[in-house]
């Protein structure tokens, strides 16, 4: 529910710096001071929710836990079909909030039409969100498989040390 707070406090700190102002944490403090801005933001913020629910539930109907609901203790062991549903049931709800909660704190515009202007913006900037989600989903494939290794590394280590 606070989302949509973190986003315009990281949006303003980002004006800061193209300001040329050093940014402080005050910077997410400020979509709290106006109160129009708060009870519109926290609006916003109560649909994430109930949005993120509602992914949650129908990717869980969608895609069954294995028996047992151990964690994986391998990369072959992910859920991979699981992360893509949730990952696709998820992307409607990234468009919406993409760029309403700019749109909310700074402009006071109501959640659902900032939602709706969300959606246009993204559909008109489709190219460019594509590239950014390709980038961003190979980066942070490449991360996570990165800590994996290393952390097994360390881990068959630290193992090996001690017999």
Same mark, same amino acid.
């Given at each position: ?13 980002? &004006?800061?710096?193209?300001?040329? &102002? ?33 992914? !949650? ?5 969608? =895609?069954?836990?294995?028996?047992? @609901? *151990? ?6 062991? =992910? ?13 409607? =709800? ?17 959640? !659902?039409?900032?939602?709706? @202007? ?5 559909? &008109? ?17 490449? =991360?996570?498989? !990165? ?11 630290? *193992?090996?040390?001690?017999?």
């Amino acid at each position: 529910m606070l989302a949509p707070f973190a986003s315009v406090g990281l949006l303003g700190a980002c &004006r800061d710096v193209a300001d040329g &102002r050093m940014p402080t944490p005050l910077a997410f403090a400020q979509p709290f001071r106006p109160a129009t801005a708060r009870t519109l933001l926290l609006r916003l913020g109560i649909v994430n929710a109930i949005l993120l629910l509602l992914v !949650a539930t129908l990717a869980m109907l969608l =895609v069954p836990e294995p028996p047992g @609901g *151990e964690a994986p203790q391998s990369l072959q062991e =992910v859920p991979l079909q699981s992360l893509l549903v949730q990952l696709l049931l998820y992307l409607p =709800v990234m468009a919406l909030m993409w760029f309403a909660p700019a749109l909310t704190g700074w402009h006071g515009i109501a959640p !659902a039409k900032s939602m709706f @202007g969300s959606v246009v913006a993204c559909w &008109r900037n489709m190219g460019p969100m594509l590239v950014f989600g390709v980038a961003a989903g190979a980066l942070t494939l490449g =991360v996570s498989v !990165a800590a994996v290794m290393l952390l097994t590394s360390l881990i068959t280590s630290r *193992e090996s040390c001690r017999s």
